[in-house]
């Protein structure tokens, strides 16, 4: 039995990570070939996604028992990502979007966490320096520079989606707050419909690709991770994260027919294994340390 539970943990944490990098692949495959308009993908993919997240959540036994229905703020947050996210790949390729979002989210995460009184370890202070420096070579002049514009776009969705995960983290129930503040965007969705829509512009495929992106992607894919992290620490969901910018390098080659640069892996090391020195530095060090003490 406990074989099996570590199957299923290993199984859904796989399906919730490929689901994430699937965002990425697909946004692009969508606003890279002007198959649809950035404020379209963005709507379809908020809207489908909620509507798999409540028929997920109406079909669970548990619902009742929750009071919690998420809240304006996070719904902006959520709102802002997604429009910000949809923006940014209409320049960016898959893996340098991916990595700059998901760099951004964990670091805004331990900025968050310092600013609560957290005390930073040695090795925190030295992962977050290399974290940064490995944006900061990202972004240097040079030929394989990503556009300015488009990396202003994602590290705002980055912002924005770290800020989301630092207010879900007291979240009794996260999936039925995540369902809810999708459904929370809706006005907002309703806002940019009316006023763009006479520029809007879709075609099949490009919205089976947002809808694919919102309900399974992230509708299911949520629900997956969700499913997921009750078997796993704070620690292993924060390092298995990092796998996230691979898989979607990975996509963006087979999918997208993208090139990964020399200044985009060295980028990534330094970006992802400054924040693995966060996420494993302190625990490593206060081990070895209380093993001395006994």
Request: aromatic letters at 12%; a positive charge; one cysteine or more.
């Amino acid at each position: 039995m406990l074989f099996n539970n570590k199957v299923k943990t290993v199984l859904f944490t796989l399906l919730a990570l490929f689901a994430f990098a699937a965002n990425s692949v697909l946004c692009r495959l969508a606003l890279g070939s002007a198959l649809i308009d950035a404020n379209s993908f963005t709507i379809i993919r908020l809207f489908s996604g909620a509507v798999v997240l409540l028929l997920i959540i109406k079909f669970r036994s548990n619902q009742k028992a929750h009071v919690t229905r998420g809240s304006w703020f996070s719904g902006f947050m959520l709102f802002l990502y997604a429009i910000t996210f949809s923006y940014a790949y209409i320049s960016l390729d898959t893996a340098t979007g991916a990595l700059i979002l998901f760099g951004s989210v964990q670091i805004t995460m331990m900025f968050f966490s310092f600013l609560s009184g957290d005390r930073l370890h040695p090795s925190e202070i030295i992962g977050m320096l290399i974290a940064f420096s490995g944006f900061t070579y990202l972004f240097l002049p040079g030929i394989t520079t990503p556009p300015i514009a488009g990396a202003s776009l994602m590290l705002t969705a980055g912002i924005a989606w770290g800020i989301y995960s630092v207010r879900g983290r007291g979240s009794e129930n996260p999936l039925i707050d995540t369902a809810y503040n999708f459904v929370r965007t809706i006005p907002l969705i309703l806002i940019i419909t009316i006023v763009v829509i006479n520029k809007a512009h879709t075609s099949p495929t490009g919205i089976v690709l947002a809808i694919i992106s919102g309900g399974l992607a992230s509708g299911i894919g949520y629900a997956i991770w969700y499913r997921a992290l009750g078997s796993l620490t704070a620690m292993q969901a924060a390092v298995v994260q990092l796998l996230v910018p691979v898989i979607a390098a990975l996509g963006g080659i087979l999918f997208v027919s993208e090139m990964v640069t020399m200044r985009l892996i060295v980028s990534a090391a330094m970006i992802l294994g400054g924040i693995l020195l966060v996420v494993l530095g302190k625990h490593y060090f206060d081990t070895v340390s209380l093993s001395n003490k006994t």
